[in-house]
């Protein structure tokens, strides 16, 4: 596991991404009918595949859970930043694909790219209209529109209004939005 988050909103599913080219959504949940106490249960509902055997393309890096909308969260792989929505069509490729995954370019909403920079970091503000991104040196502020991720084109929702150079001579290893 290379990182994890909780959802902000629903504290019972967890994402995990790992180098083995997955991210995993994780149900999880107390069962506290055991007499010596309590027991983690977990399940597996959703399996995301980076595509990465199939397209060259980099293997998931980071996992970030929108902060007000609970079924919403981006994928970083290599310079993209993917948009996943948990949707009853996505639970239905899940089903058809089982444990080989959901390819992510089935499954994102909408992309946010930095052609030819690996994303290294992410973050929302508060009310989640705006995603900041890391890459290179470079910081990149984005608008995220919930409504055009939610509709039928794949390229709408998000849009780059800020781009600066924030480091001169060192990489962005890391970036959050102070609102």
């Known amino acids: 596991v290379t990182d994890l988050q909780f959802c902000p909103l629903i504290n019972s599913l967890m994402g995990t991404i790992s180098q083995d080219g997955f991210a995993i959504i994780w149900e999880l949940k107390l069962d506290e009918t055991i007499a010596s106490g309590s027991k983690l249960l977990f399940r ?18 980071r996992i970030k859970w929108h902060p007000k909308f609970e079924r919403l969260f981006a994928l970083v792989h290599g310079d993209t930043v993917s948009f996943v929505e948990l949707s009853s069509s996505l639970w239905n490729l899940q089903k058809r694909n089982g444990e080989a995954g959901t390819p992510i370019s089935e499954a994102r909403g909408g992309i946010a790219q930095s052609f030819g920079e690996a994303v290294t970091s ?5 009310d989640g209209t705006k995603l900041v991104t ?17 509709g039928d084109s794949r390229n709408d929702g998000i849009t780059q209004i800020y781009s600066f150079v924030a480091h001169s001579g060192g990489l962005v290893s890391h970036v959050f939005y102070v609102s």
């Not at 992410?122 to 508060?126: K, Q, T």
């Not at 890391?134 to 939610?150: E, F, H, Y």
């Open 134 to 150: 890391g890459s290179g040196m470079k910081v990149k502020i984005w608008a995220v529109d919930i409504q055009k991720l939610n």
């Open 44 to 61: 597996e509902t959703l399996r995301i595949r980076s595509n990465s055997e199939d397209s060259g393309s980099e293997c998931f890096s």
């Open 122 to 126: 992410i973050d929302f503000n508060d």
